[in-house]
């Protein structure tokens, strides 16, 4: 595609429910990210994909949180039993690997999560 | 080591005016050094990035400062605009090597106000 595509775009939840956020990466990029950005913060790193492996997981605040990648395409955040505290929007981002480098990093619109 | 510190949190530039923000960095790793702009609703999107190689890169009205030594980097926005309100985040980020280069470590944006 032409960028980097997420949905849905808002999601409002009960707490403690389940839910599934998706990401579809800029065709041909290898490294995909996902970050979680908190009302009035910064961007927090939660893990990163090449290919459909994870060599960081590092960001994930709990076991909770889970994602997984199809080969070098689509991606999907879980987080099984929500809390309050995970209310934010939450951004994928994908870049081209060229050799052992990543180039630019493209962000979607990210997806807004709300839980109640 | 992994902390990128932006400052200030917010500023208010009368149109025509210079907006400088600041960031300071402690990982020594790191090898590049984006900008982000954050519009409302949208995903960050690069605005100007640098290497640690050049102490200085310009496009535009946007300037990036970038000082080795001191492990400090800005931004500076020449001729401020209306349009440039948006939040700003410098990042910082180890393009090769490691086991997740190109995952990029935030500040805590600066929410820049230009006013008409």
């Known amino acids: 595609g032409a960028g980097v595509s997420q949905s849905p775009s808002n999601k409002v939840t009960e707490k403690g429910k389940d839910v599934e956020l998706r990401c579809d990466p800029i065709?041909?990029?290898?490294?995909l990210y996902w970050y979680r950005q908190r009302l009035g913060q910064g961007l927090e790193f939660l893990i990163y994909?090449?290919?459909?492996?994870?060599?960081?997981k590092s960001g994930l605040p709990s076991d909770r949180f889970s994602a997984e990648r199809t080969g070098e395409s689509v991606s999907t955040l879980t987080i099984q039993r929500t809390q309050q505290e995970d209310s934010a929007v939450y951004l994928c981002?994908?870049?081209?690997?060229?050799?052992?480098?990543?180039?630019?990093?493209?962000f979607g619109q990210g997806t807004r999560l709300t839980v109640v | 080591q992994q902390q990128v510190k932006q400052s200030p949190q917010s500023l208010i530039v009368q149109k025509g005016g210079i907006s400088i923000i600041n960031c300071a960095y402690e990982n020594t790793a790191f090898d590049y050094f984006p900008w982000y702009q954050q519009f409302p609703g949208k995903g960050p999107a690069l605005l100007i990035a640098i290497r640690p190689d050049v102490s200085e890169k310009k496009e535009g009205r946007f300037t990036i400062s970038f000082n080795k030594s001191a492990k400090q980097f800005s931004l500076h926005i020449m001729d401020s605009q209306p349009g440039d309100s948006a939040t700003y985040f410098c990042?910082?980020?180890?393009?090769?090597?490691?086991?997740?280069?190109?995952?990029?470590?935030f500040g805590q944006g600066t929410i820049l106000t230009v006013h008409p």
């Open positions: 981002a994908s870049s081209l690997q060229q050799g052992r480098k990543n180039t630019e990093a493209f």
């Open positions: 065709s041909g990029h290898t490294a």
């Open positions: 994909f090449q290919g459909n492996s994870a060599p960081d």
């Open positions: 990042a910082a980020s180890r393009r090769a090597g490691g086991t997740s280069y190109g995952k990029l470590t």
